[in-house]
């Protein structure tokens, strides 16, 4: 794979508008790409997004509602950034899902059907790489953190779609000052000869595995995922997106000096580069369900909103100013919601899982922004207005990206659909 383009011009003098150019020669459809920050354990709506001030303490919680820049839109106290400019995205308060369960929760929400651990669908980045072909030499498709369940199928990979279509996965601390893709390295030392030498000696490996993998449906795949993991570890060029050295300190200090900050900031230049759709965990602590707050939901929550505010209203912020917000589908969800009402846990007050009702954003890239969509019952425990499913939801992204949910993709000698159910939310356009 070539170099990359990073901001304006790319090291071999290729502008990102030639790159977007060149894709939309193949696409006559604006092409838009997303960013997902996944709030992985289920952050809790009704003290976010859905606030119920009149009901009693064991319900509304300690924060409060404040105005926003959007008329008759409140939110939390705790999130006075994302106030500031919540005409940049629009939010849905009359999501379900069909699960409470962590590992369930977590695949449907990135791919829109129910957990199948036979053929398990594909998530919206394995559809979109392999509906509209990458361009860009870079991967169309990156998570950034581990975000499988031991017990369950890796959320958003590419299920019946084959590895081919699985994420570039990232786990090491974007904030680290020791962070570094290893995919893109290579020692100073090795010269053009030795990298020839390992290329053939892959290929040996892969002629002596092909003999024992000609029966099985991903082998294929297996070898295009080996052919681009080496042109990318030979590309000193693609890890320049990864460099956030290149950013103004002011900035990168708006996003937040943590790991979800800095992970937003990347975000953006890798879609910059032209990758197509990139995952965030949303916070990470002692376990990948950091949103979990069964217990000491509050003191969690003093920490972690603070973060949230700050990386996404400074990621929307970021792209409006760049002008790529209106080619960047931005994202915020759990798998789930909290429960309307707090418990009394010994180790602190928390809400338990609650897939009945939550709530969710979308902002940018193919969608109107400056929206509430549905609303909940008096507790913030089940849709009153306009219930929006997890299938109807992704259906709604479908849309934005133009994809389409019904074609077909032949695995285990049968046809499967992509996205069997799910209505679009029409009021978004």
């Given amino acids: 794979m070539g170099g990359l383009s990073i901001g304006a011009i790319s090291p071999l003098g290729l502008s990102l ?14 092409r838009i790409n997303v960013i997902f920050m996944f709030l992985q354990g289920g ?4 003290d976010m997004y859905d606030m119920k001030p009149n009901m009693p303490s064991e319900v509304r919680g300690q924060y409060h509602p404040t105005r926003t820049n959007l008329p008759g839109l409140q939110l939390s106290d705790q999130l006075p950034k994302l106030g500031a400019c919540a005409d940049k995205f629009s939010l849905i308060r009359s999501m379900h899902s069909y699960t409470s369960k962590h590992g369930e ?9 129910e957990l199948d651990k036979n053929v398990q669908a594909p998530g919206i980045g394995a559809v979109l790489s392999q509906q509209q072909k990458q361009q860009a030499p870079v991967p169309p498709f990156v998570h950034m953190g581990n975000m499988k369940h031991p017990s369950y199928s890796a959320p958003g990979f590419g299920g019946f779609l084959g590895r081919t279509y699985n994420p570039f996965l990232i786990q090491q601390d974007p904030n680290s000052p020791s962070f570094a893709v290893e995919a893109f390295d290579s020692a100073v030392d090795v010269d053009v000869s030795r990298l020839t030498g390992r290329k053939r000696l892959l290929q040996s490996l892969d002629q002596y595995q092909a003999k024992h993998e000609r029966q099985l449906e991903f082998a294929r795949a297996h070898d295009t995922f080996t052919a681009q993991a080496l042109k990318l570890a030979t590309s000193r060029n693609a890890k320049e997106a990864f460099d956030l050295s290149q950013e103004p300190a002011k900035l990168r200090d708006a996003y937040g000096r943590n790991r979800v900050g800095q992970g937003m900031l990347m975000a953006r230049r890798l879609v910059e580069a032209g990758v197509r759709f990139v995952t965030i965990q949303g916070y990470v602590d002692t376990g990948i369900y950091a949103w979990d707050h069964h217990w ?7 920490t972690q909103l603070p973060i949230y505010d700050s990386s996404y209203s400074a990621l929307l912020n970021d792209l409006d100013d760049r002008g790529l917000l ?8 759990g798998e789930f919601g909290r429960t309307p009402k707090i418990n009394t846990n010994n180790r602190g007050p928390g809400r338990d899982h609650w897939g009945r009702c939550f709530s969710l954003t979308l902002g940018g890239g193919g969608v109107q922004t400056g929206r509430v969509i549905g609303s909940s019952d008096r507790f913030g425990g089940v849709p009153e207005d306009r219930p929006v499913s997890v299938p109807d939801f992704v259906a709604t992204v479908y849309r934005a990206l133009g994809l389409d949910p019904k074609a077909e ?3 285990q000698g049968r046809p499967l659909t992509m996205l069997p159910k799910g209505s679009v939310v029409d009021e978004l356009f």
Avoid at 105 to 113: A, L, N, R
Avoid at 326 to 333: D, G, R, S
């Fill in 17 to 30: 508008s030639e790159v977007l150019a060149k894709e939309s020669a193949t696409d006559d459809k604006k």
């Fill in 43 to 46: 952050a809790s709506h009704i």
């Fill in 105 to 113: 929760g977590d695949v449907h929400i990135m791919c829109g059907s």
């Fill in 296 to 302: 000491g939901i509050f003191p969690h929550l003093d």
């Fill in 326 to 333: 209106e080619t960047t589908l931005v994202i915020t969800a």
């Fill in 409 to 411: 993709f032949v695995a």
